[in-house]
């Protein structure tokens, strides 16, 4: 699995942003980062730095991939026709954990994750548990049958705290979801400004 901080909340201070748009974030009451000096903290970013910055902050919003991973992400971006920032996030968003977001099956990304590594997700009838599968317009995402009444994924389906988005289809009683399409950068509801050009100049250095 993934390796991930011991407190992904941590993130959102560090980051000076509300990474989820998470209602219970420490950010929405501490907006400053974490540590002895967190308040004080001043100093300005080089334009590296600000890469590095936006390259974290993508990076952790899609539930902390490792380096490698990310990387992979870009190049695949890059090899493909067409501009590599649209690109770049059009192969994020079709990550299975992703859509199982999206979907809203699981109330984070870390929980969609645990949610396919477990086992209970099936893409066109059969069982994947691979979060970083890439999803295409033609499957059919769903909950098996065993798994549909879980309370991880039932609670996350009544949650107000964001909006399926209009590129994926979800038929809620079922629990199957569809990718339509996939989404251009503006259409990704991100909760915090996400930079990803700035990602595509970290890496293409």
Do not use: C
Request: hydrophobic content about 30%; overall charge positive.
């Amino acid at each position: 699995m993934t390796k991930r901080l011991s407190s992904k909340h941590k993130v959102d201070r560090r980051l000076k942003t509300n990474l989820w748009g998470r209602p219970k974030s420490p950010f929405n009451s501490r907006n400053y980062k974490p540590g002895q000096h967190g308040k004080s903290a001043r100093g300005k970013n080089s334009d590296y730095g600000i890469q590095l910055q936006a390259k974290q902050k993508l990076k952790f919003y899609y539930g902390n991939m490792n380096e490698r991973q990310f990387r992979n992400v870009y190049r695949k971006a890059l090899q493909k026709k067409g501009n590599t920032t649209e690109n770049f996030i059009g192969l994020l968003e079709r990550r299975l954990d992703t859509v199982i977001y999206r979907a809203k099956f699981a109330i984070t990304v870390f929980a969609a994750r645990q949610l396919i590594n477990h086992g209970h997700v099936k893409i066109n009838g059969k069982k994947v548990n691979i979060p970083s599968y890439l999803v295409t317009e033609k499957d059919s995402i769903e909950i098996k049958d065993k798994s549909k009444e879980l309370v991880m994924v039932a609670g996350s389906l009544v949650s107000k705290e964001r909006e399926i988005p209009d590129y994926i289809q979800m038929d809620e009683k079922n629990r199957i979801a569809k990718l339509l399409r996939v989404p251009k950068f503006s259409e990704v509801p991100y909760p915090s400004i996400m930079e990803p050009n700035l990602v595509v100049e970290y890496y293409s250095r």
